[in-house]
């Protein structure tokens, strides 16, 4: 971790009891059983999600996403010490185990705050073997965990002046309390959905960083392998909505939410979030940043990290044994004016889409081309408003396409694993009639980045055309099989490539599409345009094309619906 940050954390300490009275009277059998207790604890730390900050001898600090999974976790310790102590013969290893959830900072790979010096006041008042832990702790898990607990009272605790009420925790055979409503654990439980960042900074018009964090965040976790996304286009109709975690939960049948915000000012950046399991309504996980515009991409990859760390920590508890994890990408450019301008032309596309806003947009991309040429989704941004200004007829249609493709190329010659590209280009292709192309750039999209949509409606219009109506319709209806689903939603998307080209497949494309879209509406996930919209393009393309060679299309140009 590199740089000074704090976050909300579960903090967990433990103690060896009478390890100094042994150490005195045989000090190696005291440091073989702190060993042995060592590796115990970081096992079973481990297990529950969270980290071992670092060992103190006879005892290690470690921190957790939650407290439900801190707590989780010191029950499950104090057990196998229990288990260990009944077999085995000689010394017992007791534990004190004390608890608290606050605001930490962290340098480097420790932690720091009052947080930390009340934990270390806590544990000492635990029971030789027990758990205590304080009010904060208890608000979040006294009705989720098959154990009961006693109140202590506040007991004075030295150089802490603010009252803390402390718990003890007790065994019972009750069974674990959970909502009425919430379904066991399934696959749900790893679906997730990224809210709208809210803005908050002074200047309104910064709502473009907004919207660009969003779906920056929703491409990271895209990638995070067993954790299942809610599209962009899905996540963004709850743009400034009030409806709570459970009744979005519901809605997109998801097991978790992410909330953030941000507020930039100048050079400077805030962004908190929060993890909120649907279901119960409980945070799972929250942080803050504070940094310089210049961190935003550490910022992303830390959040995505800390997330699919959370989110396995969330699901261990539920009984579901996934890992989870994010991987650092290396960001496409360093230049944050390139960046910016990027973000903003982005924002353009995805708002109302008109030729005067692709105008707008092609000219940010432009500036962010300038200033960093190696920026390679800027040059996917032009090539996606060169081909929506010839299919609108604003440019001639030869040329739009012959500078797409040029941006195309020199975006894959930069990085030829970015999956963006290769989507467009098969779109390119395809309305080229080089399907065999087309299938090929399509299929490395989705090898390189299954969230995107855009290869899959390629596909489908090839198999559709070829008479393939199974797979046309399986094709189509992936991200219902999937939630792991993003799109583009970039102007091409919305059918400008394929109404030039693919003569003779428009027409079986635009049945099959026709009687899909009454099945299966928007609900897949298809970016700006819902089943409906496709079949309109097509047929306005069969229109287009049969008026120039009836005869050869074999299109009927009914009216749109």
Known sequence: ?????????????????????????????????????????????AQFGGRVVKSLGDGVLA???????????????????????????GERILLRIGIHLGD????????FGDTVNIVARIEPQ????????????????????????????????KNIETPIELYKITRSGREPHRPAASPAP????????????????????????????????????????N?????????????????????????????MALECSVRKSGSQLRVTAQLVDTRSEEHLWASRYD??????????DDLASQIAAAVSAHVAGLGLAVSLSADPAEPDTADMAAYTEFLQGRKLLRDKVSEATVRQALALFEKAIDRDPGFARARVGAADCYIWLGGEGSLPFADSTSRAREQLEKALATNDDLAEAHSVLSGILLSEDETAAAAREARRAIELSPSLSDPYRWLAQIEAGDGNIGETVRLLEAPTESIRWMST????????????????????????????????????GLSTTSAAGITRMLRRACATWSACAPTASGCSPTAEP
Request: hydrophobic share 40%; net charge negative.
């Open 1 to 45: 971790m590199e740089g000074d940050r704090r976050r909300l954390a579960a903090v967990m300490l433990t103690d060896m009891v009478g390890y100094s009275r042994l150490a005195q009277r045989d000090e190696k059998l005291a440091l073989d059983l702190a060993q042995e207790q060592d590796q115990i604890v970081r096992e079973i730390v």
């Open 63 to 89: 921190e957790f996403a939650n407290a439900l999974s801190a707590v989780r976790s010191a029950v499950r310790l104090q057990e196998a010490l229990a288990e260990r102590n009944s077999a085995a013969e």
């Open 104 to 111: 930490v900072e962290y340098r480097g790979e420790d932690v």
């Open 126 to 157: 635990s029971d030789h073997g027990g758990v205590c832990v304080s009010r904060q702790v208890y608000d979040q898990v006294h009705n989720k965990l098959d154990v009961s607990f006693e109140s202590i009272g506040t007991p004075k605790l």
């Open 186 to 225: 399934s696959e749900e439980s790893l679906r997730i959905v990224v809210l709208p960042f809210a803005n908050i900074s002074p200047d309104p018009s910064d709502g473009y960083f907004a919207d660009g964090m969003t779906e920056e965040l929703i491409e990271k976790l895209a990638h995070v392998q």
């Open 227 to 255: 954790l299942r996304v809610i599209a962009r286009t899905t996540a963004m109709r709850y743009k400034g909505s009030q409806e709570t975690a459970l009744e979005i939960g519901r809605a997109l049948r998801v097991g």
């Open 291 to 300: 940094r310089e515009l210049d961190d935003v991409f550490a910022i992303q």
């Open 489 to 524: 939603s970039s102007p091409s998307s919305a059918g400008h490539i394929s109404m030039r080209g693919a003569r003779p497949r428009l027409s079986a494309t635009g049945h099959v599409l026709s009687r899909w879209s009454a099945s299966a509406p928007i609900s897949t």
